[in-house]
């Protein structure tokens, strides 16, 4: 890591930006910065003071680096990484709190929100997509604390995933099935096992015919397909107005003539204009959603539609007339993702929705489970081949 620049040149090189009239660019520091050193000034410099007063200062080797997930500072001497599903300390350090701090309001403010005093903490998507969390002393404790979850715009397909993630061919087949019989899915898991990923590798299987559009909290997603129309969520800015809700994208989004209506993730009462879409005429749609297991899936969204104000035996009557299959994924403690099990979606006498397993991952080979027939039957039904891992044990 190169030396930090000179603390006095830096501070009188963002007091000349301040003067000026429009917001800085990479030009007007370099500009800045020749005219208040005092000397000749060395090329990783001036790149060095750009990233202080432009990007993201020390931590930008971290956001180039293609294996870092996440990005965990906890206060000006302590930065962590996930790395390849590990958490690291890392080398990279602050000068100070003061700096810590300058950074994370920086951020935050470029993305039309506050964060000081009255607002110790906000979350913000940077520019290029990555998430960031951050929260001011005296909230968090012991110094600043950033959070940022890298956006790496990967785009796979299933093919892609079979040779590069360890997503078994015969999982990709049936994966491929599911998005060619319209089943609507909900992809689960827990966080950072790689829901968003595969979901985007699903929607490059979408036939061409077909119109995506997609509703995202923070726009991630990017399907290998030539339609598709991207949708994201507006928090409020500072003075509290202009919020756009997920629950207001997807009531757009029906009238915008969509094939497969997809939901980026699922986390609260949008769960019930999502159901609305499922039940007129938007299968095939897909989503993804925080859980430990399959099994806690209906629970989970029954949760989340009463947050909508739907009792639960509504909740399970919509869940079973819309949602078939739950595509749960898990992350091993080596930090490896990998699918751990589809479930088809079945009601019990009750009438509550329950997952049933039809192939089990988590052995060295699939498995087939007591609901494979079934799941066979379905794709069958809707005239779509059924993979051999559905058809005998591997």
Known sequence: MSPAPDGDLVTRVRRRLATGEAPPGAREVADAWRVEAAAGVGVQDLRTVTSELLGAGPLEPLLADPEVDDILVNGPDQVWVDRRGQLVRTSVRFADEATVRRLAVRLIAATGRRLDAAAPYADATLPDGSRLHAVLPP???????????????????????????????????????????????????????????????????????????????????????PHVVRLQARPPNVEGAGTVTLRDLVRQALRMRPDRLVLGEVRGAEIVDLFAALNTGHDGSLTTLHANSAADVPPRIEALAALAGLPRAAAHSQLAATVRVVVHLRRTADGRRQIGEIA?????????????TALDALGSRPARGPAARELAQLLTDRGVDVPEVLVADQ
């Open 344 to 356: 088809l979606l079945v009601p019990d006498r009750e009438g509550f929705v329950r997952p049933v």
């Open 139 to 225: 909230v968090a404790i012991g110094g600043t604390c950033l959070s940022i979850r890298v956006l790496r715009r990967r785009r796979f397909d299933l093919d892609g995933l079979v040779g590069g993630s360890g997503l078994p061919s015969g999982m990709a087949d049936l994966l491929r099935s599911l998005v060619f019989a319209r089943l609507a899915a909900v992809i689960s898991g827990g966080t950072g096992t790689g829901k968003t990923t595969l979901l985007g590798a699903m929607l490059s299987a979408v036939p061409v015919g077909q119109r995506l559009v997609l509703v995202e909290d923070a726009a991630e997603l990017a399907p290998v397909h």
